[in-house]
T-cell receptor, first 114, second 114 residues
Framework: DSGVTQTPKHLITATGQRVTLRCSPR?????VYWYQQSLDQGLQFLIQ???????AKGNILERFSAQQFPDLHSELNLSSLELGDSALYFC?????????????FGSGTRLTVV | GENVEQHPSTLSVQEGDSAVIKCTYS??????FPWYKQELGKGPQLIID?????GEKKDQRIAVTLNKTAKHFSLHITETQPEDSAVYFC?????????????FGDGTTLTVKP
């Protein structure tokens, strides 16, 4: 157990729908990162939050949004889902901004859009 | 932005042999280069990392080398074992305006044959 908790583990939904993925960072970690891993592709950085504020943005679609709450858990919202959004979504956390030594991934949420 | 290329995409070795995975990056300002191992159904796990002020780092059977001039870094696994079979990802962390953003390679699927 890495200490980073992601729920749900699996999600199947239809095109056009909206889903919310949840991430609880490791205890004491303030920074949360979201990644998308599509089939046959590497990890694509989506967005980073630090202590409730957005800090860095990658190639995140406008249909996707995220937030980090006061208790430091984070949610990734995916709307108007398309077949191509089917992927593994990972959350990672670290203790402080730019912490290079405490970067821990969760086990991921597998999203299938049908 | 940063671009990371990883080779080879697949690598098969006999147990006990060495395995080498190479990555190149484009942004000369990147200064942190971690390697992750991802086993089936799990999130990526940090196995070794190197900072730009170091040329080589070793941890038991795993070593990483960095050539800043050529902008490439490599993962070396010696005396491979079947449990080393996994997907390995390299990454480069941004600095300055790209601080907090990490760019991953597309991954190398390593198979160690007993």
């Amino acid at each position: 157990d890495s200490g980073v908790t992601q729920t749900p583990k699996h999600l199947i939904t239809a095109t056009g729908q909206r889903v919310t993925l949840r991430c609880s960072p490791r205890s004491g970690d303030l920074s949360v990162y979201w990644y998308q891993q599509s089939l046959d592709q590497g990890l694509q950085f989506l967005i980073q939050y630090y202590n409730g504020e957005e800090r860095a943005k990658g190639n995140i679609l406008e249909r996707f949004s995220a937030q980090q709450f006061p208790d430091l858990h984070s949610e990734l919202n995916l709307s108007s889902l398309e077949l191509g959004d089917s992927a593994l979504y990972f959350c990672a956390s670290s203790a402080k901004l730019g912490d290079f030594y405490g970067y821990t991934f969760g086990s991921g949420t597998r999203l299938t859009v049908v | 932005g940063e671009n990371v290329e990883q080779h080879p995409s697949t690598l098969s070795v006999q147990e006990g042999d060495s395995a080498v995975i190479k990555c190149t990056y484009s942004d000369s300002a990147s200064n942190y280069f971690p390697w992750y191992k991802q086993e089936l159904g799990k999130g990526p796990q940090l196995i070794i990392d190197i900072r730009s002020n170091v040329g080589e780092k070793k941890d038991q059977r795993i070593a990483v080398t960095l050539n800043k001039t050529a902008k490439h870094f490599s993962l070396h696994i010696t005396e491979t074992q079947p449990e080393d079979s996994a997907v390995y990802f390299c990454a480069a962390w941004g600095v300055g305006a790209n601080a907090g953003k990490s760019t991953f390679g597309d991954g190398t699927t390593l198979t160690v044959k007993p």
